[in-house]
């Protein structure tokens, strides 16, 4: 685990900016925003070659177990190299801005407009998490 926060603001219309550096043996790692460790509304996984995918970052939730997954193609992290991602949300739809500009969407199937936990984990060293 690189680490959680709790009890945090995380609303409808706010923006999550996660920056950090994937380690250079990064197999994948993950961004969970929800109300809880089991309650997870967004489940952002970027997998370099991690259970059997290669190079694609895999998006689900959490109520009481997994939903389907969505399978994003478009992969820009690289070894040892920075990244930004940028989430925002409405009650509707998640928008996550990769690293390299473009723009992914996954459904809010909690449809809850505040959240208050983040969890990272995974081969990634996180310099910094800022909610505005």
Known sequence: MVFTVKD???????????SGKVKSDCE?????????????????????TQS????????????GGWGDEHREPSFPFEHGQEFKVSITFNNETFYIK???????????????????????????????VKVK
């Open 28 to 48: 994948g790692f993950s961004v969970n925003v929800g109300h809880d460790c089991d309650n997870i509304a967004l489940h952002f996984n970027p997998r370099f």
């Open 8 to 18: 945090m603001s995380f609303n409808a219309g706010t923006e999550l900016k996660i």
């Open 52 to 63: 059997g995918d290669s190079r694609v970052i895999i998006c689900n939730s959490n109520l």
């Open 98 to 128: 990769l690293p390299d500009g473009n723009m992914m969407s996954f459904p809010n199937r909690h449809g809850d407009d505040s959240f208050g936990h983040v969890h990272v984990y995974g081969d990634v060293k996180v310099h910094s």
